[in-house]
């Protein structure tokens, strides 16, 4: 059993700058691949961006230009940073990981970015 847990999201203003990280109770290097999602009120859950060891796999076009993806090996995080944040991108942010062809999810961390 894996564990997920992001944090770091909050209030940020338009144009601002949001760090999150996911945290994982497993070694991050066992997970095939990993993904941001994202669900908005009211709408479906969309990926962000899916990333392997490797690099970024697929991206969302709404934040193309805009992210970066890193990670901390020795402590098993992950983190999103975004730039030049519209107020389209408030959402709750879930971490994803993929390791033996199951998913685990995280509980998600709010970004609210105001018009």
């Known amino acids: 059993q894996v564990r997920l847990v992001e944090s770091g999201g909050g209030l940020v203003q338009a144009g601002g700058t949001v760090i999150i990280s996911c945290a994982s109770s497993g070694d991050i290097s066992d997970f095939r691949t990993m993904a941001w999602y994202r669900r908005a009120q009211g709408k479906d859950r969309e990926l962000v961006v899916e990333?392997?060891?490797?690099?970024?796999?697929d991206l969302a076009e709404s934040v193309k230009g805009r992210i970066t993806i890193s990670s901390d090996d020795v402590n098993n995080m992950v983190f999103l940073q975004m730039n030049n944040l519209k107020p389209e991108d408030t959402a709750v942010y879930y971490c994803?990981?993929?390791?033996?062809?199951?998913?685990?999810w995280g509980k998600g961390t709010l970004v609210t970015v105001p018009s």
């Open positions: 990333f392997t060891r490797a690099g970024i796999t």
């Open positions: 994803n990981a993929y390791k033996l062809g199951f998913p685990y």
